[in-house]
């Protein structure tokens, strides 16, 4: 029942023992959210006044209207924390400088995979983690106000693309997922900068540099960028994310912490070590990345000179192949902690962030720490996956190169899961308003204010193109259909069912800290 707060020795009236009061919370929850809203509604009042002055309630009303319909708050939450992003990595990395963007509307069509490149660093990265975080507490304490947190995280993830113009043509979808599929392989046989390899590494080249050019080496086409300053960097990218995973990791032990009393009072005083726990499970993909990688190293040492003439595509496939099985070993570890949980999806959940969050800080530190410079333009990624390490002007640092890119494909695999996982992610959520009848008029109105009859008018195919993009977005269609069952079947099968899987007493063990 109730607690009279008012009482100080309220602690002794909760039931069962070990029970915590988070009644205050929800109530801070309720007051925060009621407040963020007001102030919400309080930024839009200068325009609606000068709007009432100049035009007349009438057209002030209007004009706040279109700016509600047109999701205007999802926007601000974008674009401030773009500026906040851009100005910690301004003040971190340098390379500050102005880009002239113009002032029109933006009314060509971009793909999936250049918007997520363009703000997956600045916002989509740092949503996804909020959203694994709020998931849990979801789980564990469901109030009506959270739905506020959720539309703002949201956000963070989906405006780049809902500001997209024709966004949710179901063709054009279905061809966005294709091309997205496409450059998460492509760079592997060849260099390619429309890619994701070509993507990851710019982020670490900002991190790391490049090697000091040498007389007759070509210049990237990226520049010489410089390192980054240690002492500048120490904090954001190093200590903060190492706080933020000992704090999830205090969190997770305190969920437990009554179940473990509980434990050690059953078991002649031995208890389950949680942290050793999490540790172990956020180690075991980083652990068998590292295996996976160096074996298949030498099947590309050993089979991709001889078969290149024959599959030009090898480092492609090569490269696949140990991308597909990291996304399988992190699947696993998800149900390997669910297990563990017993089904239980809430501290599931929490130890999901934990590991997002401590592998995030062994990352920090491997790449800030230990990587050396970077060579060239993508010649050892290339190299790593084909076999061919000749002709590519390493010279005396092939040997310290291939240990360098050992670590970073490691790293790499980590990544790769994540970004597959985060992108279909937004595009399952996306593609539910593909299905609204007259949706790309219904959202071009959103975006230019402009009546259907005054849109600008979809590109127009030739019948040899028309039956290109049909054949495309069936076979892709099926496929991303099917990917979404597996999606859904990983998340509600277990959850329903609650299948009796239970693990060797000698693994649950270790896995627990009883050695």
């Known amino acids: 029942g109730d607690v009279d707060m008012t009482n100080p020795n309220y602690a002794q009236y909760l039931t069962p023992d070990g029970c915590f009061l988070i009644k205050p919370l929800g109530d801070w929850i309720n007051r925060t959210t009621l407040a963020i809203l007001l102030v919400l ?6 325009l609606f006044l000068q ?40 003040m971190a990395y340098g390379g500050a400088r102005y880009i002239g963007t113009g002032r029109g509307f933006a009314t060509s069509r971009l793909s999936f995979s250049t918007l997520f490149s363009r703000f997956s660093d600045s916002s989509i990265y740092f949503g996804i983690r909020l959203m694994t975080l709020l998931t849990f507490f979801s789980a564990a304490y469901w109030k009506w106000p959270v739905l506020y947190f959720w539309i703002s995280i949201a956000a963070l993830l989906i405006t780049p693309f809902l500001y997209n113009p024709h966004q949710f043509v179901l063709t054009d979808f279905i061809l966005d997922y294709r091309d997205w599929l496409r450059w998460l392989g492509a760079g592997n046989s060849s260099s390619n900068t429309n890619s994701w390899i070509s993507h990851c590494r710019l982020t670490r080249i900002r991190i790391t540099g490049y090697k000091r050019k040498r007389l007759g080496e070509r210049t990237p086409t990226t520049g010489f960028i410089s390192r980054a300053h240690k002492a500048n960097i120490f904090f954001t990218e190093i200590l903060l994310p190492l706080i933020m995973a000992i704090i999830m990791l205090v969190a997770y032990m305190f969920l437990h912490s009554v179940s473990n009393v509980e434990e050690a009072s059953n078991n002649n005083g031995e208890a389950n070590s949680t942290l050793i726990r999490i540790i172990i499970i956020s180690v075991i993909p980083i652990v068998v990345n590292l295996a996976v990688t160096i074996a298949f190293f030498f099947v590309s040492l050993g089979l991709g000179p001889c078969c290149a003439m024959c599959l030009p595509q090898f480092g492609k496939v090569i490269a696949g192949i140990v991308h597909t099985i990291a996304v399988v070993i992190y699947i696993g570890t998800f149900f390997l902690m669910w297990v563990m949980e017993d089904w239980v999806f809430a501290p599931t959940a929490m130890g999901i962030v934990c590991q997002v969050f401590v592998e995030r800080a062994i990352f920090a530190i491997l790449q800030h720490l230990l990587l050396s410079r970077e060579f060239g333009e993508d010649e050892t990624n290339v190299a790593w996956w084909t076999g061919r390490w000749y002709g590519k002007g390493m010279g005396g640092w092939a040997f310290t190169l291939t240990m360098r890119e050992w670590m970073c494909k490691v790293i790499e695999c980590s990544v790769f899961a ?70 859904l079947a990983i998340i509600v099968v277990p959850s329903v069912l609650k299948p009796s899987v239970s693990l060797p007493d000698q693994l649950l063990q270790y896995l627990n800290g009883r050695f």
């Not at 509604?41 to 200068?46: G, R, V």
């Not at 849109?455 to 193109?465: A, C, E, T, W």
């Open 41 to 46: 509604l309080i930024a839009f009042l200068p």
């Open 51 to 90: 709007m009432l002055t100049e035009q007349g309630f009438a057209r002030a009303i209007s004009r706040l209207g279109k700016q509600f319909l047109s999701l205007s708050p999802l926007y601000e939450v974008q674009v401030t924390q773009v500026y906040f992003n851009s100005l910690m990595t301004n």
């Open 418 to 487: 994540a970004d597959v996982f985060t992108g279909h992610l937004i595009l399952f959520f996306l593609s539910i308003f593909t299905l609204v009848p007259w949706i790309d008029k219904w959202h071009s109105a959103m975006l230019f204010w402009l009546r259907p009859s005054r849109q600008i008018r979809p590109p127009i195919y030739s019948l040899k193109q028309r039956k290109q993009r049909r054949r495309s977005a069936i076979l892709y269609g099926i496929l991303f259909v099917l990917v979404f069952v597996i999606f």
